[in-house]
């Protein structure tokens, strides 16, 4: 699963036992080396749907790692596009993946938690990838309450939701018994390493992002596949701020 250039077994092993931080900063230097990266198909996928939404000025990318998703806000915001991350090994990698003088909209990185975000209504656009598993399914509220609460009215958060693997597939499988010993690993060890593949689920999450204030339409990825019945292996949660404020304004 891994290149050369990627993180050995002892590094992963080192970074599963310490702190979600504290992993982070570990493996960040690698991180772009690891399927934990979100694939290109997938930004690009994304970022065509995302750009029939616009146009934007300014955007932000949630729990921002290594940059990709600031990578898409350059190709769709016109001004400004921000990064935000609790991880200060990440944010130092995508500093330097997007260096100052740089063409496109101006870049900023902000080191904080994606629970208690510092930003006024400043943005247009909202986007994360891949980082929802970090988060327990009691935090998910509060997270959406955050982001609600940095778009201005009118802006949009989106991202990609990809259908959940067949009962009993080995994926299916693979997800569980991830889990399974992630559950196992945080009832026995301090500090918690928190992530987990099968606590967002479409459900919940149109609840609480309704909840949040938000209002909510799936777009289908048909480019990312489709499943043997015919639906989309991947969809585009687009979830809008309307009003001038709602339960998760700030």
């Known amino acids: 699963m891994f290149t050369k250039q990627g993180p050995t077994v002892r ?6 036992l310490s702190s979600t931080e ?11 080396e690891t399927p934990y990266r979100t694939p290109d198909r997938v930004l ?20 921002c790692g290594t940059g990709a998703g600031v990578g898409v806000l350059r190709q769709l915001c016109r001004e400004r596009a ?19 003088g740089s063409e496109g909209p101006a870049v900023h990185w902000v080191r904080a938690d994606a629970r208690s975000l510092p930003f006024a209504p ?25 982001v609600y609460g ?36 945080n009832a026995l060890w301090r500090p918690r390493f928190v992530m987990y593949y099968r606590t967002f689920r479409l459900g919940d999450v149109l ?5 949040a204030g938000f209002v909510v339409r799936l777009l289908p990825l048909t480019e990312l596949g489709l499943r043997p019945d015919g639906s989309p292996r991947a969809r585009l949660v687009v979830a809008t701020r309307e009003g001038q404020d709602g339960p998760g304004g700030s």
């Open 44 to 63: 690009d996928a994304v970022t065509r749907a995302v750009r029939e939404l616009g146009p934007f000025d300014a955007g932000l990318d949630v729990c």
């Open 207 to 211: 609840e609480d992002l309704t909840q």
């Open 122 to 146: 400043a943005f247009d656009l909202a986007l994360s990838f891949g980082a929802f598993g970090h988060f327990l399914p009691a935090e998910r509220f509060g997270l959406f309450a955050e």
């Open 22 to 32: 504290r992993g982070y900063d570990l493996l960040a230097p690698k991180f772009d």
């Open 150 to 185: 940095s778009l201005r009215p009118g802006g949009q958060f989106v991202f990609p939701l990809g259908a959940p693997p067949p009962v009993g597939s080995r994926a299916y499988w693979s997800l569980f018994g991830f889990d399974a010993a992630m559950w196992v690993r």
């Open 82 to 100: 921000v990064g935000v991350d609790f991880s200060a090994g990440m944010l130092a990698e995508a500093r330097g993946a997007f260096p100052p």
């Open 11 to 16: 590094e992963l092993a080192v970074q599963a």
